[in-house]
């Protein structure tokens, strides 16, 4: 999705949420249990500390952020972790823009930077686990786009946004404000990113897409030399992309499972890559089919399901994380029983494959505090809102809980 995942800054927080059973991964010990929570990135550079001007917004004195929005997070922590959710994804990244946490290439804010150790010191307490985004295919907060702008306005010579993944001079730009993120000293507790387990795992980058070359080898040669660049900073946290799970031409047969176009990726041969550790889905029948019925785009997110499932055990041989999947109150006909119905519907196939091995677990698009609606995108849950969709979610953690015992 373009739009908000989970974003931790000084300001406004907003989470993804997924509940895992214990053999979520075979091959690390009791991960599965442990929530994910992504935090914004900064590179080795200078840091500027509390500047600007202090303002009035209504009845309250504010500077650089919204006023006193930490309460949020640790809200929608606690109303997660009482609903049985083990792990959230957020963003480790905000470049350029309003209250950016990488101001420009090696200038950070320090009270940025602060509220991301905030929202790792919560979702310790809350015994929730995080997965940290590193970047953005979009504009949303920055992302590709506005490294590529900043080269441009350093002059150096790009064409399109598609040079972020070719340019020596962004590559370097990505390398600074990943390796400034993941050894970031938590100033809470006082523990490393790099060394702190309540941090599940970093992704690459939210979506990758890449527009020159739908057959996915750009953006291969680029995954290949940054997941080798992240484990050679941290081998101690799990790795992954951040796909929605597009096919491309290493596996043609597999194409018309892809929802009538390919954007640049390939879900076989970027995951195959060594130092990536899982594979994860995303799935948005009602954009991606829009105009279809509900019949269809249940029947495509059942063979997108089955397609990528059987894909990851058998091809790739790693674990896979349906990551984002929602429905939109702006889709025609919406209503909360559509709402939950599609819900139970991925839930159900979630815990299926779970019960088999196949499915490390699920992330509904997207979870909120109360209070947030400047950041509505039609797929938000505030749980304390939504009493039907929470007890949906919360009895898919009470399945996934008990095959802890099976």
């Not at 908000?4 to 800054?9: A, G, T």
């Not at 929202?119 to 970047?135: D, Y």
């Amino acid at each position: 999705m373009r739009g908000i995942r989970v974003f931790s800054c000084v300001g406004s927080f907003i989470i993804e949420v997924f509940q895992f059973p214990r053999p979520l991964f075979q091959f690390s010990e009791d991960v599965h249990n442990s929530p994910h929570v992504c935090c914004p990135l900064a590179c080795e550079a200078r840091v500027l500390q509390n500047s600007g001007f202090v303002q009035t917004r209504n009845t309250q004195f504010i500077l650089n952020a919204e006023p006193s929005q930490r309460n949020k997070v640790s809200d929608v922590f606690r109303q997660a972790s009482a609903a049985g959710l083990s792990v959230c994804r957020t963003w480790a990244f905000s470049d350029g823009g309003y209250q950016a946490l990488q101001i420009s290439p090696g200038v950070y804010d320090e009270r940025v930077f602060q509220g991301l150790d905030f929202v790792i010191s919560e979702a310790r307490k809350n015994g929730i686990r995080l997965v940290l985004t590193l970047s953005n295919n979009y504009q949303d907060f920055g992302g590709r786009p506005q490294y590529v702008n900043w080269a441009r306005s350093a002059g150096v010579s790009v064409n399109n946004d598609d040079d972020f993944y070719i340019n020596a001079v962004i590559k370097d730009y990505y390398k600074n404000h990943v390796k400034r993120v993941i050894t970031r000293v938590n100033t809470i507790t006082g523990v490393a990113y790099k060394d702190d387990p309540t941090i599940m795992a970093w992704e690459l980058m939210n979506e990758p897409r890449c527009q020159v070359d739908y057959s996915g080898k750009t953006l291969n040669g680029w995954v290949q030399e940054m997941a080798s660049y992240v484990k050679s900073i941290d081998n101690k946290h799990l790795l992954t992309v951040g796909m929605e799970g597009f096919y491309g031409d290493s596996l043609p047969e597999r194409k018309p499972v892809n929802p009538g176009y390919q954007v640049g990726t390939d879900f076989i041969s970027n995951h195959l890559i060594r130092e990536i550790d899982f594979t994860t889905i995303h799935a948005y029948p009602d954009i991606w089919l829009n105009g279809k019925d509900d019949n269809a785009q249940m029947a495509f997110l059942q063979t997108w399901t089955t397609s990528h499932l059987t894909d990851s055990r058998t091809i790739i041989k790693k674990p896979m994380i349906f990551a984002e999947f929602g429905k939109s109150s702006k889709d025609p006909g919406y209503s909360i029983n559509a709402r939950d119905s599609f819900l139970n519907a991925v839930y159900t196939n979630i815990y299926s494959s779970a019960r088999s091995g196949g499915m490390g677990g699920g992330l509904v698009w997207q979870i909120m505090a109360e209070g947030m609606e400047s950041y509505y995108d039609g797929y938000e849950i505030v749980l304390s809102k939504n009493p039907s969709t929470s007890s949906v979610i919360t009895q898919q953690s009470r399945r996934m809980a008990a095959l802890d015992h099976m």
